[in-house]
């Protein structure tokens, strides 16, 4: 079965680096996702790795991927207040299936 | 170029009451999808539509259907509300002939008093 869990909480002081972890358990999953969500917002797609690759970095995001234990994570920066939201771990088989999200883990940002 | 867009952006019904929700798609995408995200909770597959069919569902009950025009356009309608329909309802598009990724709209947030 489908099923993508995080973290809930995570809090870190500005400047320092966030690292945010997902598990998931499809292992046909072809795009792995990273999604923002601010209060009151929709989702913005932060980053994504196909599942052939172990690190995707887009300036100050670095996607890893473990393929053989099915973990995702996140690494984030010089965090700032700005980067303060819900991120959403989410997996797709490819093919036009559908995306299943984890719970989403809330980044606070101390200044 | 317009992403995907949604209407209306907020609504308010009262239980037993019926719904649509609209969504365009980005310009260029084919294929649909429906997610509904309660509060607290990450997205939620619906169901997805391609050439105006229903292509996969989740686990939704019967009172939500959908549609899509010729114009690739989609039709969320959810009858019967129930108070656990409250939710934000997001819409997603990509296109079958690509290897584009989703992209989602900002959602319709739906209040059931």
């Known amino acids: 079965g489908e099923d993508v869990e995080q973290s809930l909480f995570l809090s870190v002081r500005e400047g320092d680096s966030s690292v945010i972890n997902c598990t998931y358990t499809d292992s046909s999953s072809t795009y792995l996702y990273w999604y923002k969500q601010e209060p009151g917002a929709g989702l913005q797609l932060l980053t994504y790795?196909?599942?052939?690759?172990d690190m995707k970095q887009d300036q100050r995001l670095t996607v890893l991927l473990n393929k053989k234990d099915k973990h995702l994570s996140l690494r984030i920066a010089d965090t700032q207040t700005g980067d303060s939201a819900i991120y959403f771990c989410?997996?797709?088989?490819?093919?036009?299936?559908?995306?299943?999200f984890g719970t989403g883990t809330k980044l606070q940002v101390i200044p | 170029d317009a992403g995907v867009t949604q209407s209306p952006t907020h609504l308010i019904k009262t239980r037993g009451q019926q719904v649509t929700l609209r969504c365009s798609p980005k310009s260029g995408h084919d294929t649909v999808s429906w997610y509904q995200q309660a509060l607290g909770q990450g997205p939620q597959f619906i169901f997805q539509?391609?050439?105006?069919?229903?292509?996969q569902r989740g686990n939704f009950p019967d009172r939500f259907s959908g549609h899509q025009f010729p114009n690739y356009s989609s039709e969320l309608n959810v009858n019967a509300l129930l108070l656990g329909d409250s939710a934000l309802y997001l819409c997603?598009?990509?296109?079958?002939?690509?290897?584009?990724?989703?992209?989602f709209g900002p959602g319709t947030r739906l209040t059931v008093l």
């Open positions: 790795i196909f599942s052939n690759m």
């Open positions: 539509y391609y050439e105006e069919e229903e292509r």
């Open positions: 989410a997996e797709e088989p490819g093919g036009y299936q559908k995306v299943t």
């Open positions: 997603a598009s990509t296109s079958r002939g690509s290897t584009d990724t989703q992209y």
